[in-house]
């Protein structure tokens, strides 16, 4: 199975702060890797798909980039609506694996 | 409106059994591939299970292979996930997930139920 290595599992930051997270993959794959929001009592949200694609309705500041074997998630301008847990996942080939999540928290 | 409203959960011993349901309304269940994905407490995402849109094809996690077994019924729109000898690090709850659109590299799912927590305990 394809591991997911995300970095870091946990970071502080402020509002207005530019984030990134890196999501590592043991195998490269081309680019059928999506991000997830998950805030604590809600379902995950889909923000990025096909490693570079926003979501329909996804607020402009999520981006994500990256092919092979790295891929990122960025946030510009942190909103406070943004501290969650952020997990990538990868759709190249089953079982479908999930990163082990990072937990943005206000600084 | 989409909706998915798992059933079945609760608390079993190890090496017990439980069926969790996914009942579904607002779209053409037939038409899209369902998933099973899990949360322990205090732990990330894990996805669980896919089947196919007529049931005929199914895939699991390594942790869950030979165990749990993927089914659905088109006719009562409903999603099933039979688990066998259950083990304590099976606590979680289990949101079932329709795939929400199909690019030209992959299928991704983004309509999710509430959840429900299955126990293994004791």
């Known amino acids: 199975a394809i591991q997911l290595t995300q970095s870091p599992s946990s970071l502080s930051a402020s509002v207005g702060d530019r984030v990134t997270i890196t999501c590592r993959a043991s195998?490269?794959?081309?680019?059928?890797l999506a991000w997830y929001q998950h805030k604590p009592g809600k379902v995950p949200k889909l923000l990025i798909y096909d490693a570079s694609s926003l979501r329909s309705g996804v607020p402009s500041r999520f981006s994500g980039s990256g092919s092979g074997t790295e891929f990122t998630l960025t946030i510009n301008s942190l909103q406070p609506e943004d501290f969650a847990t952020y997990y990538c996942q990868q759709f190249s080939r089953y079982p479908l694996t999930f990163g082990g999540g990072t937990k943005v928290e206000i600084k | 409106e989409v909706q998915l409203l798992e059933s079945g959960g609760g608390l079993v011993q190890p090496g017990g059994s439980l069926r969790l349901s996914c009942a579904a309304s607002g779209f053409t269940f037939s038409n899209y591939n369902m998933n099973w994905v899990r949360q322990a407490p205090g732990r990330g995402l894990e996805w669980v299970s896919v089947?196919?849109?007529?049931?005929?094809?199914?895939y699991s996690a390594d942790s869950v292979k030979g165990r749990f077994t993927t089914s659905r019924d088109n006719s009562k729109d409903t999603l099933y996930l039979q688990m066998n000898s259950l083990r304590a690090e099976d606590t979680a709850v289990y949101y079932c997930?329709?795939?929400?659109?199909?690019?030209?590299?992959?299928?991704?799912?983004?309509?999710w139920g509430q959840g429900t927590l299955v126990t293994v305990s004791s």
């Open positions: 089947i196919s849109k007529g049931g005929d094809t199914t």
């Open positions: 997930a329709k795939d929400w659109y199909c690019s030209s590299v992959s299928c991704y799912y983004d309509f």
């Open positions: 195998q490269g794959f081309s680019s059928a």
